[in-house]
């Protein structure tokens, strides 16, 4: 039955219009009834509560989802569904119920009802969920009934330029060919986007009805994607089709179809050419080639016709039963020259003027009276002539022959032929006679015979000298070669002689630049079609290439950025000299040292970091000390009473030096990152946090997402820094989101890196406005960033890669402007987890001493003076020395000082050298130290020698000092 035209042919689609609606409402009770009963049977036996039966897809969709791979149980179905495809050359068929597809399959015993059933009836299946694969395994099949196309769910083939795979669709198109085997039609469509095609395993249609070129059908069936058979590869899309019913005309289409004078019927293919096809008659090409032998029977309908040579391309063909080949007649040369019949099987009678044997083809040129024809000969098939010494037909010409082949035109004449013949079968390959060769007198032919052998023996010593010497002199340029080569020890090798023409190429080479080099090649071509392309700028490598050929006894190395390794070569060239110093070449030697390069700039930009910390380091201490003294200034101003508007004023000032304080605080965390308190930690309870941090200061629009890894391997450092350098990361991400909403994800994963080996990564990404390559080159850099002015410092990615680098691990970005960034930082493992302590902090004690004398020792004029204002505030004496020597020379003279303030960073006699020589003089006086650099604490508070009672950093607040004077244990 077809419906071509879309005019139904067939008075049973009348009736299934009313059954269909029936039968849905059927289904859709047998589905209530069955889901109750399946309620029932779940109260009485343990099987059916453990195993409810599934009626719906949709059901079984949401089961699937509910369980884990491996915990999945055994799931019964019994469903009512409707037939969307079959093929008894396939294993399984499609299914479709309430718009849900699925593959089912089954046992040969269903066939017989699947074979019957029509497009859109109604089946009922029973059986188990093949949750292994993505199937469902049909144990009872039963035919219910019938449906029609209208009974099923059709979607677009495409959907805002998307396809809608593994569905049941619709395609309208123009059709450009056809070709029906002898299980299935295929079709493809003329589509400007995407290749289309449409199986079709419905053999029933006429060719009449086949002949559908230039028209415009509509086709319904299931999307899938095509694969070329050959590579594997995907090719497009197809639409698998049951019935040629659903296949239909548009109205008013408009018919394009191959005239009746190009339809060939019953006509046998003759040969089978590499590109093309003969027939009876003509000669076409095909896109597909599916059992097409010669002996095949056909149905052509052949486009792009040309009269005069009888040759066009199939649109659309039709294979039929395979037949032999008919005996041909016996003709001459002459005779087909003349009238021009070719594309015909013929025998012909000749004598061998020429044979020439080429990739296992024989070409013969045969004489047939006065016309001459070539005639192709596989090499397998040419027999031996001689009976004994297995001569070819080269060796005995005018050999006279039978041949028997296919006609056809030369593409290029030569040597006289009219026409080629194509032999195929042994059997059409017959000797008639061989040429006789007449011998007189045996003694001459015997001094002949002496004569030749004399001139053979001169003529082979004198060959065998020069091929000596020709063998020492190639000896000895593979010897200055190999020494040359063994000198470079580079990655790829190129050898040129004297004639500037190749004679060596390695094969690291070749894998190096993914492409041969030819022996043989001058250099001049070896240069524009294999190298030039390779580097970023070609014409500095053409000037140093044209230099070193121009100079015999150049020698010279130089580096390129290269297009063929993603990075950079170094180039060395020198001249090949023999062991008696006479140059035989040059040689080439390439050597990928992107690695190398990559290293020095790493060194590079880290020299430069260190340096701007230093500098970045000292200017913060020295601003922490001014700091320092306009804070302890401003707060014996607060003490005293002053008007409210006054006291607002000094409330801004108060906070305006708590920012600077912490801005220095920053450069001080770059310049000299602080002693790690490393334990080991989990990543994931990490990354848990961060999000939850992150998620209270963002914007809602912004959807926070972590990917933790299950098993993540122990990793040990510093959880409050690497916190607040993730923290750091995803505030930058979510302000390079400036379009709302935007995503982040913090991913969590086990790796290996190139440098660390197995590590943890933690990653964290955006889909924001991303970044330009000249600002990731700089993005590390300290006060560098794209921030609005007042927005950032420009110090949060370089706080983050001084930490990352401190836990001896690896912090990279990777983005694209419009596609956002990637901050990936990696973190070496832990074998053995550990735990480090730092010292206890001593107890407050409740008392508050006063009237204390202390020793204030600074070098800083200004820090002296704020401690002479402040600490007589709090109720103490003061006594100061700038710098050690003083301070040791006033306890030389009064040892009753109460407590002593020390600052570390000094000229001349350090703090810490102060420090020693005040224990050498008195071990029990307290002494607190002071700095503005936060590592000096990590320095000195372990030390059991200097015994230091506290460490007081700059600025500091008066409270700040008193406190910890209150903590002191006089």
Same mark, same amino acid.
């Given at each position: 039955?077809?419906?071509?035209?879309?005019?139904?042919?067939?008075?049973?689609?009348?009736?299934?219009?009313?059954?269909?609606?029936? *039968?849905?409402?059927?289904?859709?009770?047998?589905?209530?009834?069955?889901?109750?009963?399946?309620? $029932?049977?779940?109260?009485?036996?343990?099987?059916?509560?453990?195993?409810?039966?599934?009626?719906?897809?949709?059901?079984?969709?949401?089961?699937?989802?509910?369980?884990?791979?491996?915990?999945?149980?055994?799931?019964?179905?019994?469903?009512?569904?409707?037939?969307?495809?079959?093929?008894?050359?396939?294993?399984?068929?499609?299914?479709?119920? #309430?718009?849900?597809?699925?593959?089912?399959?089954?046992?040969?015993?269903?066939?017989?009802?699947?074979?019957?059933?029509?497009?859109?009836?109604?089946?009922?299946?029973?059986?188990?969920?093949?949750?292994?694969?993505?199937?469902?395994?049909?144990?009872? !099949?039963?035919?219910?009934?019938?449906?029609?196309?209208?009974?099923?769910?059709?979607?677009?083939?495409?959907?805002?330029?998307?396809?809608?795979?593994?569905?049941?669709?619709?395609?309208?198109?123009? +059709?450009?060919?056809?070709?029906?085997?002898?299980?299935?039609?295929?079709?493809?469509?003329?589509?400007?986007?995407?290749?289309?095609?449409?199986?079709?395993?419905?053999?029933?249609?006429?060719?009449?009805?086949?002949?559908? +070129?230039?028209?415009?059908?509509?086709?319904?069936?299931?999307?899938?994607?095509?694969?070329?058979?050959?590579?594997?590869?995907?090719?497009?899309?197809?639409? $698998?089709?049951?019935?040629?019913?659903?296949?239909?005309?548009?109205?008013?289409?408009? =018919?394009?179809?191959?005239?009746?004078?190009?339809?060939?019927?019953? @006509?046998?293919?003759?040969?089978?050419?590499?590109?093309?096809?003969?027939?009876?008659?003509?000669?076409?090409?095909?896109?597909?080639?599916?059992?097409?032998?010669?002996?095949?029977?056909?149905? +052509?309908?052949?486009?792009?016709?040309?009269?005069?040579?009888?040759?066009?391309?199939?649109?659309?063909?039709?294979?039929?039963?395979?037949?032999?080949?008919?005996?041909?007649?016996?003709?001459? *040369?002459?005779?087909?020259?003349?009238?021009?019949?070719?594309?015909?099987?013929?025998?012909?009678?000749?004598?061998?003027?020429?044979?020439?044997?080429?990739?296992? $083809?024989?070409?013969?040129?045969?004489?047939?009276?006065?016309?001459?024809?070539?005639?192709?000969?596989?090499?397998?098939?040419?027999?031996?002539?001689?009976?004994?010494?297995?001569?070819?037909?080269?060796?005995?010409?005018?050999?006279?022959?039978?041949?028997?082949?296919?006609?056809?035109?030369?593409?290029?004449?030569?040597?006289?032929?009219?026409?080629?013949?194509?032999?195929?079968?042994?059997?059409?390959?017959?000797?008639?006679?061989?040429?006789?060769?007449?011998?007189?007198?045996?003694?001459?032919?015997?001094?002949?015979?002496?004569?030749?052998?004399?001139?053979?023996?001169?003529?082979?010593?004198?060959?065998?000298?020069?091929?000596?010497?020709?063998?020492?002199?190639?000896?000895?340029?593979?010897?200055?070669?190999? !020494?040359?080569?063994?000198?470079?020890?580079?990655?790829?090798?190129?050898?040129?002689? @004297? &004639?500037?023409?190749?004679?060596?190429?390695?094969?690291?080479?070749?894998?190096?630049?993914?492409?041969?080099? +030819?022996?043989?090649?001058?250099?001049?071509?070896?240069?524009?079609?294999?190298?030039?392309?390779?580097?970023?700028?070609?014409?500095?490598?053409?000037?140093?290439?044209?230099?070193?050929?121009?100079?015999?006894?150049?020698?010279?190395?130089?580096?390129?950025?290269?297009?063929?390794?993603?990075?950079?070569?170094?180039?060395?060239?020198?001249?090949?000299?023999?062991?008696?110093?006479?140059?035989?070449?040059?040689?080439? @030697?390439?050597?990928?040292?992107?690695?190398?390069?990559?290293?020095?700039?790493?060194?590079?930009?880290?020299?430069?970091?260190?340096?701007?910390?230093?500098? *970045?380091?000292?200017?913060?201490?020295?601003?922490?000390?001014?700091?320092?003294?306009?804070?302890?200034?401003?707060?014996?101003?607060? %003490?005293?009473?002053?008007?409210?508007?006054?006291?607002?004023?000094?409330?801004?000032?108060?906070?305006?030096?708590?920012?600077?304080?912490?801005? /220095?605080?920053?450069?001080?965390?770059?310049?000299?990152?602080?002693?790690?308190?490393?334990?080991?930690?989990?990543?994931?309870?990490?990354?848990?946090?961060?999000?939850?941090?992150?998620?209270?200061?963002?914007?809602?629009?912004?959807?926070?997402?972590?990917?933790?890894?299950?098993? %993540?391997?122990? =990793?040990?450092?510093?959880?409050?820094?690497?916190?607040?350098?993730?923290?750091?990361?995803?505030?930058?991400?979510?302000?390079?989101?400036?379009?709302?909403?935007?995503?982040?994800?913090?991913?969590?994963?086990? /790796?290996?890196?190139?440098?660390?080996?197995?590590?943890?990564?933690?990653? %964290?990404?955006?889909?924001?406005?991303?970044?330009?390559?000249? $600002?990731?080159?700089?993005?590390?850099?300290?006060?560098?960033?794209?921030?609005?002015?007042?927005?950032?410092?420009?110090?949060?990615?370089?706080?983050?890669?001084?930490?990352?680098?401190?836990?001896?691990?690896?912090?990279?970005?990777?983005?694209?402007?419009?596609?956002?960034?990637?901050?990936?930082?990696?973190?070496?493992?832990?074998?053995?987890?550990?735990?480090?302590?730092?010292?206890?902090?001593?107890?407050?004690? @409740?008392?508050?001493?006063?009237?204390?004398?202390?020793?204030?020792?600074?070098?800083?004029?200004?820090?002296?003076?704020?401690?002479?204002?402040?600490?007589?505030?709090?109720? #103490?004496?003061?006594?100061?020395?700038?710098?050690?020597?003083?301070? !040791?020379?006033?306890?030389?003279? &009064?040892?009753?000082?109460?407590?002593?303030?020390?600052?570390?960073?000094?000229?001349?006699?350090?703090?810490?050298?102060?420090?020693?020589?005040?224990?050498?003089?008195?071990?029990?006086?307290?002494?607190? =130290?002071?700095?503005?650099?936060?590592?000096?604490?990590?320095?000195?508070?372990?030390?059991?020698?200097?015994?230091?009672?506290?460490?007081?950093?700059?600025?500091?607040?008066?409270?700040?000092?008193?406190?910890?004077?209150?903590?002191?244990?006089?």
């Amino acid at each position: 039955m077809f419906n071509i035209g879309g005019k139904l042919k067939s008075p049973f689609v009348f009736v299934a219009r009313f059954i269909a609606p029936a *039968a849905n409402v059927t289904m859709m009770l047998w589905c209530l009834l069955n889901t109750s009963a399946g309620s $029932v049977q779940a109260q009485d036996t343990s099987v059916a509560a453990a195993s409810p039966v599934i009626t719906t897809l949709r059901d079984l969709r949401e089961q699937r989802g509910k369980h884990v791979s491996g915990e999945e149980p055994l799931r019964r179905i019994d469903m009512q569904v409707r037939l969307t495809f079959f093929s008894p050359t396939w294993n399984r068929f499609r299914v479709q119920q #309430h718009g849900e597809d699925h593959w089912c399959v089954s046992s040969r015993e269903h066939f017989d009802v699947l074979k019957t059933a029509k497009l859109g009836d109604l089946l009922r299946i029973r059986g188990t969920d093949g949750f292994a694969k993505p199937v469902l395994n049909v144990e009872s !099949l039963e035919f219910l009934a019938s449906g029609s196309e209208r009974d099923l769910l059709r979607l677009p083939a495409f959907r805002d330029g998307k396809p809608n795979l593994w569905k049941f669709v619709t395609y309208t198109g123009t +059709v450009a060919e056809v070709f029906g085997a002898k299980d299935s039609i295929r079709i493809r469509f003329e589509d400007p986007e995407r290749v289309i095609r449409a199986l079709i395993f419905d053999t029933t249609a006429t060719p009449q009805q086949l002949n559908l +070129v230039g028209q415009r059908v509509q086709v319904s069936g299931l999307m899938e994607t095509a694969t070329e058979r050959s590579t594997g590869k995907k090719s497009g899309y197809r639409l $698998v089709v049951k019935e040629f019913s659903q296949l239909r005309l548009e109205p008013n289409s408009n =018919v394009d179809s191959i005239p009746l004078t190009q339809l060939r019927r019953d @006509t046998q293919i003759l040969y089978v050419g590499e590109d093309y096809y003969i027939a009876d008659g003509c000669r076409f090409t095909c896109e597909h080639s599916d059992g097409l032998l010669p002996g095949r029977l056909v149905e +052509v309908g052949l486009g792009d016709w040309q009269p005069e040579s009888s040759m066009g391309h199939a649109k659309w063909l039709v294979q039929g039963d395979m037949l032999a080949l008919a005996r041909p007649p016996l003709l001459t *040369a002459a005779q087909i020259a003349d009238s021009g019949d070719f594309y015909r099987r013929a025998t012909i009678v000749g004598r061998v003027k020429k044979c020439v044997v080429e990739h296992g $083809v024989a070409q013969l040129l045969v004489a047939s009276g006065e016309e001459l024809f070539t005639a192709q000969v596989m090499h397998r098939l040419l027999p031996e002539w001689d009976g004994e010494n297995s001569f070819e037909i080269n060796h005995v010409p005018g050999t006279q022959v039978r041949l028997t082949g296919v006609i056809d035109r030369l593409e290029t004449a030569a040597n006289g032929s009219h026409f080629l013949m194509h032999v195929a079968d042994s059997g059409d390959v017959e000797v008639l006679s061989l040429p006789v060769q007449f011998r007189t007198d045996h003694v001459k032919w015997m001094i002949a015979t002496l004569v030749v052998l004399g001139l053979g023996v001169v003529a082979w010593q004198i060959g065998l000298r020069r091929q000596v010497h020709l063998a020492t002199q190639k000896l000895r340029s593979l010897n200055a070669s190999g !020494l040359a080569t063994s000198r470079a020890a580079r990655d790829g090798i190129l050898v040129f002689d @004297t &004639d500037r023409r190749v004679t060596q190429a390695d094969g690291k080479l070749a894998e190096m630049f993914n492409s041969g080099f +030819v022996v043989g090649a001058t250099a001049d071509a070896t240069l524009q079609n294999k190298l030039l392309h390779l580097f970023a700028r070609p014409e500095e490598f053409r000037e140093f290439w044209a230099n070193a050929f121009a100079s015999e006894n150049l020698a010279r190395t130089a580096e390129f950025a290269s297009q063929a390794v993603q990075g950079w070569l170094s180039v060395y060239t020198g001249p090949v000299v023999d062991d008696q110093g006479a140059n035989v070449g040059r040689i080439w @030697t390439f050597d990928d040292i992107t690695h190398r390069k990559k290293l020095d700039m790493e060194s590079l930009h880290s020299q430069k970091i260190n340096a701007i910390g230093r500098l *970045a380091g000292g200017i913060a201490h020295d601003f922490n000390n001014l700091l320092h003294v306009i804070g302890s200034s401003l707060e014996i101003l607060t %003490v005293e009473k002053a008007p409210a508007k006054v006291s607002e004023q000094l409330a801004t000032v108060s906070s305006a030096i708590e920012r600077a304080s912490e801005l /220095t605080n920053q450069l001080l965390t770059f310049s000299k990152p602080g002693q790690l308190k490393t334990e080991a930690f989990d990543a994931n309870e990490l990354v848990a946090r961060v999000a939850q941090t992150v998620r209270s200061r963002l914007s809602e629009s912004i959807h926070i997402r972590t990917s933790p890894e299950t098993g %993540v391997w122990p =990793v040990e450092g510093d959880v409050g820094q690497l916190e607040h350098v993730l923290i750091n990361l995803c505030n930058n991400a979510g302000d390079a989101i400036p379009q709302r909403p935007g995503n982040i994800e913090i991913r969590v994963c086990n /790796t290996m890196h190139e440098s660390l080996g197995e590590c943890v990564q933690l990653a %964290v990404i955006d889909d924001g406005v991303g970044m330009s390559s000249e $600002v990731l080159e700089r993005i590390f850099e300290p006060f560098f960033t794209t921030k609005q002015f007042g927005h950032g410092a420009g110090l949060g990615l370089s706080i983050a890669f001084g930490v990352v680098s401190q836990h001896q691990g690896k912090i990279e970005c990777h983005s694209e402007v419009g596609k956002g960034t990637q901050f990936s930082i990696y973190l070496p493992l832990t074998r053995q987890p550990k735990v480090s302590e730092g010292r206890p902090q001593q107890a407050l004690t @409740t008392g508050m001493p006063e009237n204390l004398k202390i020793l204030v020792v600074d070098d800083e004029p200004l820090i002296i003076k704020s401690f002479e204002l402040l600490l007589p505030q709090l109720g #103490h004496r003061v006594v100061s020395a700038k710098g050690g020597l003083e301070a !040791l020379a006033r306890l030389a003279t &009064d040892s009753e000082f109460d407590l002593i303030l020390l600052d570390l960073t000094m000229p001349g006699m350090s703090g810490l050298e102060t420090l020693a020589e005040i224990r050498s003089l008195s071990r029990d006086i307290p002494v607190i =130290v002071c700095s503005g650099y936060s590592d000096d604490a990590e320095r000195v508070m372990n030390h059991e020698y200097l015994r230091v009672s506290a460490f007081l950093g700059k600025p500091f607040r008066m409270r700040d000092l008193n406190q910890l004077i209150s903590s002191i244990d006089f």
